[in-house]
């Protein structure tokens, strides 16, 4: 998912000036521990997000700094240090609350399943989750817009624009919406403010197409 967390947002905020804290504090701790498994779980996570940390420019980065998918590898770390912690004292009590925490995020991955069942079902799930991210209120109301769906399109189209004004392509968006909804009107207002933008050439020929 996109969380709408890029890199100006997360400027804005101030996060940027205090979350390394947390990193300084936790790796302190693992280097004090000198626990040589502990260790390695940690520089496994560290270096399955090494490519998207933000030292090196990416597409993504620009609508957000933070996915799901960034930390599918590095989890390898998190299961490598838990079970080495897990080893340190196996008693029953310790064994059966594993079998418990695995049973329930093993039920937590099941139902997460449904959200990525179809463009649909993964765009509104986007929208609950990040309801400030752009990306997801445009790719929703392009998955509503191609149902037909116009009605319920529109505000998520709108919300989109809101939150992120300078993207043509989210203007384009809700042009074709609006023109679905014979609000010509409207829509040639979003074109023209599109038309100003930078766009890539495949949105600066939508935008040239439905002029015509």
Known sequence: LAYGRSPLVITASGAIYWTWIILVIVGGCIALLRRRWLTCGALIFVVGVLPVLGLTTFTFEQ????????????????????????????????ITLC??????????????????????????????????????QGNLAAVLNHRGDNDDAAPHAARAVELEPRDASMRLNYAIILEAQHRYADAARQLDAAERLPAPPQISEQIASLRK
Do not use: C
Not at 66 to 86: C, E, K, N, P, Q
Not at 113 to 134: C, E
């Open 99 to 136: 079998v418990i925490v695995l049973f329930l995020l093993g039920v937590r991955s099941f139902n997460q399943a449904g959200a990525w069942s179809d463009r649909l079902a993964l765009y509104r799930h986007a929208v609950a989750v990040a309801p400030d991210s752009y990306v997801a």
């Open 63 to 94: 609508f957000s700094t933070v996915a799901d998918r960034y930390v599918y590898l590095s989890m390898l770390g998190v299961a490598i240090a838990a079970a080495y912690a897990v080893s340190l004292r196996p008693t029953r009590v310790i």
